[in-house]
C-alpha cells in the first residue's frame, strides 16, 4: 500500500513491515531494534547473545526444545544427547515439550522438590551425565512464588554436563526480581511480555553465542533468519518500553509488591486463621501468594470473589472440563482436597493501601460466607 504524503509517520510506523527498505519502513526497523536493546539490558544479556522475539515464553520454550532435540540428533552416532532433565514444578510450556520428546526416545528425568517447593539436589546431580541434552529449570513458579537458585544449578550442568543446553523459563520472574542472563550462566532464557507490562501475544528467547541456533519458523529473513514472518511492531515496541521501565524501576517495584503481599497475608492470616501459605513472602516472588483455605473449594472461592470484584486464580487447572489439583501443588505433597483449596493471589505494583487491603478483606469474607453456607447445609 502507498502511504500518502498526509499520513502520520507514528501510526503507519507500528503497522508497517520492518524488511522494507523505504523511509517508513526502515523507521520501524529501527524502533524494533531499540526495543531489542531494551529486553537486552532488562536481562543482562550480552551483545554476542540472540534476543529473538516471539509470541511469548510458551512459543520459546518449545523452541528450545525442539533445538535440543536437533542437537541431539546431530549427535546420535556418537550414542549422546538422549536425556532431557525438568523439575516437577515446571509450567506445561515446559513439561509437555519435555514429555514429547520422551516420547520420541528422549528419556526423561523429573527432579521432585519437597513439601517446601525446594529441589532435591541430590536427584538433581545424579541425574546428569554424558547424554544430557536439555536441562530445565524455571526462576520462579508461577503458582507459588517460589525461586529456584538457577546460578548455582547452571554451574552444577557446566560441571557434570557440559555438553547440555542449560535452559531457564524466566515468564514469572522478569520485573519481580533481577535476572542477569550472563550471572546466572544459563545458554537460553525464555520470557512473555505480559508479565511485566507489555500486552499479551509478545515475547523472546534468549540464547548464548555458543548454543547453535537454528529458525524457530522457516520462510523469511526475520530476526536474523531465526522466525521468519513479518514482526509484530507494535508489540516489540511496547515490549521495549515496558522493559526499560521494568528495569529502571525494579528496586521499588519489588518494594512495593512485597510489602503488599505482606500486608494481605497478614490479613489473611489474622480473618482465618487456618489459612496455610505455600511458600515464603520474604524468599519467594514479591507480588505471589499460594493459600489454601482447607474446606473451601478454590473454583467457587475464585468465582465468589470475582463478583466482589477481586481477580484471583485458582491452583487447579481445568482439563477437558473436568478439574485437576495443581501438578504444581500435588509436587510439594498436597493432597487433591488441599490442592482444590487453593488459590493464587498475585498483586501489581505500586498498589494503593486501600486496593490491598480491600482486596484482603473481601477473600477474609468470601470465605467466612463460603463456610457459613456449608454449614448450613449441612444441617
Same mark, same amino acid.
Given at each position: 500500500?502507498?502511504?500518502?504524503?498526509?499520513?502520520?509517520? &507514528?501510526?503507519?510506523?507500528?503497522?508497517?513491515?520492518?524488511?522494507?527498505?523505504?523511509?517508513?519502513? $526502515?523507521?520501524? &526497523?529501527?524502533?524494533?531494534?531499540?526495543?531489542?536493546?531494551?529486553?537486552?539490558?532488562?536481562?543482562?544479556?550480552?551483545?554476542?547473545?540472540?534476543?529473538?522475539?516471539? #509470541?511469548? +515464553?510458551?512459543?520459546?520454550?518449545?523452541?528450545?526444545?525442539?533445538?535440543?532435540?536437533?542437537?541431539?540428533?546431530?549427535?546420535?552416532?556418537?550414542?549422546?544427547?538422549? $536425556?532431557?532433565?525438568?523439575?516437577?514444578?515446571?509450567?506445561?510450556?515446559?513439561?509437555?515439550?519435555?514429555? =514429547?520428546?520422551?516420547?520420541?526416545?528422549?528419556?526423561?528425568?523429573?527432579?521432585?522438590?519437597?513439601?517446601?517447593? %525446594?529441589?532435591?539436589?541430590?536427584?538433581?546431580?545424579?541425574?546428569?551425565?554424558?547424554?544430557?541434552?536439555?536441562?530445565?529449570? !524455571?526462576?520462579?513458579?508461577?503458582?507459588?512464588?517460589? *525461586?529456584?537458585?538457577?546460578?548455582?544449578?547452571?554451574?552444577?550442568?557446566? =560441571?557434570?554436563?557440559?555438553?547440555?543446553?542449560?535452559?531457564?523459563?524466566?515468564?514469572?520472574?522478569?520485573? &519481580?526480581?533481577?535476572?542477569?542472563?550472563?550471572?546466572?550462566?544459563?545458554?537460553?532464557?525464555?520470557?512473555?511480555?505480559?508479565?511485566?507490562?507489555?500486552?499479551?501475544?509478545?515475547? +523472546?528467547?534468549?540464547?548464548?553465542?555458543?548454543?547453535? +541456533?537454528?529458525?524457530?519458523?522457516?520462510?523469511?529473513?526475520?530476526?536474523?533468519?531465526?522466525?521468519?514472518?513479518?514482526?509484530?511492531?507494535?508489540?516489540?515496541? +511496547?515490549?521495549?518500553?515496558?522493559?526499560?521501565?521494568?528495569?529502571?524501576?525494579?528496586?521499588?517495584?519489588?518494594?512495593?509488591?512485597?510489602?503488599?503481599?505482606?500486608?494481605?497475608? $497478614?490479613?489473611? #492470616?489474622?480473618?482465618?486463621?487456618?489459612?496455610?501459605?505455600?511458600?515464603?513472602?520474604?524468599?519467594?516472588?514479591?507480588?505471589?501468594?499460594? %493459600?489454601?483455605?482447607?474446606?473451601?473449594?478454590?473454583?467457587?472461592?475464585?468465582?465468589?470473589?470475582?463478583?466482589?470484584?477481586?481477580? %484471583? #486464580?485458582?491452583?487447579?487447572?481445568?482439563?477437558?472440563? &473436568?478439574?485437576?489439583?495443581?501438578?504444581?501443588?500435588?509436587? !510439594?505433597?498436597?493432597?487433591?482436597?488441599?490442592?482444590? #483449596?487453593?488459590?493464587?493471589?498475585?498483586?501489581?505494583?505500586?498498589?494503593? *493501601?486501600?486496593?490491598?487491603? *480491600?482486596?484482603?478483606?473481601?477473600?477474609?469474607?468470601?470465605?467466612?460466607?463460603?463456610?457459613? $453456607?456449608?454449614?448450613?447445609?449441612?444441617?
Amino acid at each position: 500500500m502507498l502511504i500518502g504524503a498526509g499520513a502520520d509517520p &507514528k501510526v503507519c510506523e507500528t503497522s508497517l513491515n520492518p524488511s522494507a527498505i523505504h523511509r517508513l519502513g $526502515q523507521r520501524a &526497523k529501527a524502533m524494533v531494534e531499540a526495543a531489542r536493546e531494551e529486553v537486552r539490558a532488562l536481562v543482562g544479556a550480552p551483545k554476542s547473545a540472540h534476543v529473538i522475539f516471539c #509470541s511469548g +515464553a510458551t512459543e520459546a520454550n518449545n523452541h528450545i526444545f525442539t533445538l535440543a532435540a536437533r542437537g541431539a540428533r546431530a549427535r546420535a552416532s556418537t550414542g549422546v544427547g538422549k $536425556q532431557i532433565v525438568v523439575t516437577s514444578f515446571e509450567h506445561p510450556a515446559v513439561l509437555e515439550p519435555a514429555q =514429547e520428546l520422551a516420547r520420541l526416545g528422549s528419556s526423561l528425568a523429573i527432579i521432585p522438590v519437597d513439601t517446601s517447593g %525446594v529441589l532435591d539436589q541430590a536427584a538433581f546431580e545424579k541425574a546428569l551425565g554424558t547424554d544430557t541434552q536439555i536441562v530445565s529449570v !524455571m526462576c520462579a513458579n508461577n503458582e507459588t512464588g517460589l *525461586r529456584f537458585p538457577v546460578a548455582s544449578l547452571a554451574r552444577t550442568v557446566k =560441571e557434570k554436563a557440559p555438553q547440555a543446553i542449560f535452559h531457564t523459563d524466566a515468564a514469572q520472574a522478569i520485573g &519481580k526480581m533481577p535476572v542477569n542472563f550472563a550471572e546466572l550462566g544459563v545458554d537460553a532464557l525464555s520470557l512473555s511480555g505480559h508479565k511485566f507490562g507489555a500486552p499479551a501475544g509478545i515475547g +523472546a528467547l534468549i540464547l548464548a553465542e555458543s548454543v547453535a +541456533a537454528y529458525p524457530m519458523i522457516r520462510g523469511g529473513t526475520q530476526e536474523s533468519r531465526l522466525r521468519g514472518g513479518t514482526e509484530n511492531v507494535l508489540g516489540i515496541v +511496547a515490549i521495549g518500553v515496558a522493559a526499560r521501565e521494568a528495569r529502571t524501576s525494579l528496586t521499588e517495584r519489588i518494594e512495593s509488591m512485597r510489602s503488599g503481599a505482606a500486608l494481605v497475608w $497478614q490479613e489473611i #492470616s489474622s480473618g482465618v486463621p487456618d489459612a496455610l501459605l505455600r511458600g515464603s513472602i520474604d524468599a519467594g516472588l514479591p507480588n505471589t501468594l499460594s %493459600v489454601t483455605f482447607p474446606g473451601c473449594n478454590a473454583d467457587d472461592l475464585v468465582v465468589a470473589l470475582d463478583i466482589a470484584g477481586v481477580c %484471583v #486464580s485458582a491452583g487447579a487447572a481445568c482439563s477437558s472440563g &473436568k478439574p485437576d489439583p495443581s501438578h504444581v501443588l500435588r509436587a !510439594m505433597g498436597l493432597t487433591g482436597a488441599e490442592a482444590r #483449596s487453593t488459590i493464587r493471589i498475585s498483586l501489581e505494583p505500586f498498589m494503593d *493501601r486501600e486496593t490491598v487491603l *480491600r482486596g484482603a478483606d473481601a477473600i477474609v469474607k468470601s470465605v467466612a460466607l463460603m463456610r457459613e $453456607q456449608r454449614c448450613a447445609h449441612a444441617v
